[in-house]
């Protein structure tokens, strides 16, 4: 059965840094690609960064040159660290599965319970 | 990297259906069949219910179909239920390899 967990969460000051993990069961990550998404309080889903199977990564323009995403394939598991943190950046923060087929993107398919991430100014 | 856009709610009599419309641009919504939708339901993490535009995952009920024509792609949901309240968001894959989210639809079962 496929598990994500994330883990790292907590109060920050402004300016701090913080890594994020998700340590997932049930399928091997580097044969997916994996997603951090988040999710302010009360507002909606905002897409954060992705690595793909191949090792390349993607960052939404909010994050890029502060968030880094990255894997550890022996651990199974996906990291995000995040450095020079606003208050803006409060938010929980999800890990998600993809999956690409042939011709298809079959989506986020399994998502993590999330991490409260907390930046005080 | 802006967000697709969304009606900010819509509601329904049970067993009626509602659309839930999703605009984007040429370089998402529009130049791709990779559109998602998930239902979020307060407190609880994202649920897919449609990928590739119109499939479904499996388990999620025949009564959420999606469809694209354009920029705009649209979700519905026949034969409302009140266990569909929630919110919806879209997502689609961009020209730039990352992806985007839409702004949110609230679904209120009257």
């Known amino acids: 059965e496929v598990h994500l967990v994330e883990t790292g969460g907590g109060l920050m000051q402004a300016g701090g840094s913080l890594r994020l993990s998700c340590a997932a069961s049930g399928f091997t990550i580097s044969s997916n690609y994996m997603t951090w998404v988040r999710q302010a309080p009360g507002k909606g889903l905002e897409w954060v960064s992705v690595?793909?199977?191949?090792?390349?990564?993607y960052y939404a323009d909010s994050v890029k040159g502060r968030f880094t995403i990255s894997r550890d394939n022996s651990k199974n598991t996906l990291y995000l660290q995040m450095n020079s943190l606003r208050a803006e950046d409060t938010a929980v923060y999800y890990c998600a599965r993809g999956v690409f087929g042939s011709s298809s993107d079959y989506g986020f398919d399994y998502w993590g319970q999330g991490t409260l991430v907390t930046v005080s100014s | 990297q802006s967000a697709l856009t969304q009606p900010a709610s819509v509601s329904g009599s049970p067993g009626q259906s509602i659309t839930i419309s999703c605009t984007g641009t040429?370089?998402?919504?529009?130049?791709?069949?990779?559109v998602s939708w998930y239902q979020q339901h307060p407190g609880k993490a994202p649920k897919l219910m449609i990928y590739?535009?119109?499939d479904r995952p499996s388990g999620v009920s025949t009564r959420f179909s999606g469809s694209k024509s354009g920029n705009t792609a649209s979700l519905t949901i026949s034969g409302l239920q009140a266990e569909d309240e929630a919110d919806y968001y879209c997502s689609s894959y961009t020209s730039s390899s990352t992806y985007v989210f839409g702004t949110g639809t609230k679904v209120t079962v009257l």
């Open positions: 040429s370089s998402d919504v529009g130049g791709y069949k990779y």
């Open positions: 690595i793909y199977t191949g090792g390349g990564t």
């Open positions: 590739d535009v119109s």
